[in-house]
């Protein structure tokens, strides 16, 4: 199995606080990305990293920002965290080169009450 | 940010029976198209990743095909068992390959009926 993991995997929060993901990687991959997971929608991409500091913004950005200061770890910030935002958070990595196939966390189910 | 689309929605298949959905994506820009099988409480697994016109893989019962002149993949599955009840996702990278994001299509649900 890909080393990748999620944490926490479980988290519940109140409307208004901050709440940060991390995703941890042993693979040494370039490209990380944030997805969320909706009934109805499938995976939505949130945000992704190509490399240390570069990331860009996704489908559904608006409400998140991420950080990437070294290869292993992509973290995700709700800065203030509304009900719109419970959902299950996956994160994904893939390798450089064109037939690279992505691994994903155990995804992190968020909760905003 | 890529348009994947993905049909049908779900589909019911007796056991037994073959079956095959769709994956359609846009032809320009296209770098790579991938497959993955996501199983309830579980995270997707990959199944394929194609990038040449014309390209088939298989992976035992299921196999992909992939157009990418006209835009899409069809995943086939043959002889559906209870165990291949899953959702099938599709993914398309742009050009950029990785810096162009990885985006999926909202999946097919697969439910194979006993």
Known sequence: ?113 | ILNVEQSPQSLHVQEGDSTNFTCSFPSSNFYALHWYRWETAKSPEALFVMTLNGDEKKKGRISATLNTKEGYSYLYIKGSQPEDSATYLCASLGAGGGADGLTFGKGTHLIIQP
């Open chain 1, 1 to 113: 199995d890909a080393g990748i993991t999620q944490s926490p995997r479980h988290k519940v929060t109140e409307t208004g606080t901050p709440v940060t993901l991390r995703c941890h990687q042993t693979e040494n991959h370039r490209y990380m990305y944030w997805y969320r997971q909706d009934p109805g929608h499938g995976l939505r991409l949130i945000h992704y990293s190509y490399g240390v500091k570069d990331t860009d913004k996704g489908e559904v950005s608006d409400g998140y920002s991420v950080s990437r200061s070294k290869t292993e770890d992509f973290l995700l910030t709700l800065e203030s965290a509304t009900s719109s935002q419970t959902s299950v958070y996956f994160c994904a990595i893939t390798g450089q080169g064109r037939i690279a196939e992505a691994f994903f966390g155990q995804g992190t189910r968020l909760t905003v009450v």
